[in-house]
């Protein structure tokens, strides 16, 4: 097989290009603020039963995980960022895991892009 149908062959997956879309999501949500970041979660919720049993499921969930961690220690930062005195704490927390949270997004789409499954935990 060349080369290029082998490529043409890597995108013809509905399910692994939806996977790619909400990793763009993901990516643009950093941007944009969370909103991309939301319609990707929408998505995968929406099609997680489209994958099921698949090696996209895996990164499904990857995606919802990162999601939801990523979400929570920011409502932890943003809760100690009004007490005025942790600030400082609340802006450690928010740099460690925005790292963390391009961490995901990049090893998850590295990995998508290889064909290969991802361990959720």
């Keep these: 097989m060349s080369q ?8 013809q997956d509905p399910n692994k290009n939806i996977a790619l879309i909400v990793y ?5 949500g950093i941007l944009t603020g969370g909103i991309a ?3 990707g979660i929408v998505i995968n ?15 499904f969930e990857w995606q919802i995980r990162t999601f939801w961690i990523g979400l929570f220690w920011l409502v932890i930062s943003l809760i100690l960022f009004v ?17 963390w949270v391009i961490y ?3 090893k998850g ?7 290969k499954a991802l361990l959720s935990k």
Excluded at 4 to 11: K, R
Excluded at 24 to 28: A, K, R
Excluded at 45 to 59: L, M, P, Q
């Design 4 to 11: 290029e149908n082998q490529t043409v062959n890597n995108f």
């Design 83 to 99: 007490t005025v005195v942790l600030i400082p704490v609340a802006w450690i927390i928010w740099l460690v895991a925005g790292i």
């Design 37 to 39: 970041w939301i319609i």
């Design 45 to 59: 919720y929406v099609k997680k039963d489209d994958v099921a049993g698949t090696w996209i499921e895996s990164h």
């Design 24 to 28: 763009g999501l993901q990516i643009l």
């Design 104 to 106: 995901r997004i990049v």
């Design 109 to 115: 789409l590295l990995d998508l892009l290889d064909n």
